[in-house]
């Protein structure tokens, strides 16, 4: 798509899977050897992204209170949606009034998402953009870092180390528990859509 997008992308891949959590939680209260692994309120939250080798960008998650939809705005303007509950992607482009419909990734979708994989250790508590959080020593999949992460489920910060040794850091700059309208997790009436292309042909799916 866009070499933004890409880099943005490739940015979120590279840390441990959590930026934003995917369905509401059936009680407030973490468990005493894990945080909460889904929210229990909307939120959106602005964060940096520092990978290594890249520089840092800006990237904006929300996700609607039951988790069914999120929006990732990048700092091209454009944005992805990602519908959990109908297994559908797709990337807006407003500056082109465009929309590409992708197809489903769950992979992608876990960089988002704390997870049951997760082993977790628990550290002091910190303050994040303002907010209060616990901080979490974190094992995953041959990665490992320290995620701070708010009693409701919000993740304010990941430092994290991948199996080749490079350093990522995703921390929250902002977070609004403001409700998002409806529209905002649905692609623009009159855009054009397209299909994703094949990767190494350039014809569309």
């Not at 992204?49 to 999120?70: K, W």
Request: glycine share 6%; proline share 11%.
């Amino acid at each position: 798509m866009r070499v933004a997008l890409t880099a943005v992308l490739l940015a979120l891949a590279a840390s441990p899977p959590a930026l934003a959590q995917a369905a509401p939680a059936t009680s407030a209260r973490p468990a005493p050897d894990r945080p909460p692994l889904l929210p229990t309120r909307e939120a959106s939250v602005l964060y940096r992204v520092v990978a290594s080798g890249s520089p840092p960008v800006e990237v904006r998650i929300t996700t609607q209170a039951n988790g069914a939809a999120m929006r990732i705005d990048m700092p091209d303007r454009s944005y992805m949606l990602v519908n959990q509950a109908e297994k559908r992607m797709a990337m807006v482009v407003p500056d082109e009034l465009t929309v590409m419909d992708l197809p489903f990734q769950p992979g992608l979708q876990d960089q988002f998402q704390l997870n049951a994989r997760m082993r977790f250790t628990r550290r002091p508590a910190e303050t994040v953009a303002g907010l209060r959080c616990t901080s979490w020593d974190v094992l995953v999949d041959g990665s490992r870092g320290i995620m701070c992460v708010t009693d409701d489920g919000v993740l304010l910060r990941s430092i994290s180390l991948d199996p080749a040794g490079r350093r990522n850091v995703i921390e929250a700059i902002s977070v609004s528990y403001a409700p998002a309208p409806a529209s905002d997790f649905l692609p623009p009436e009159g855009f054009d859509h397209m299909a994703a292309p094949v990767p190494g042909t350039g014809a569309v799916q």
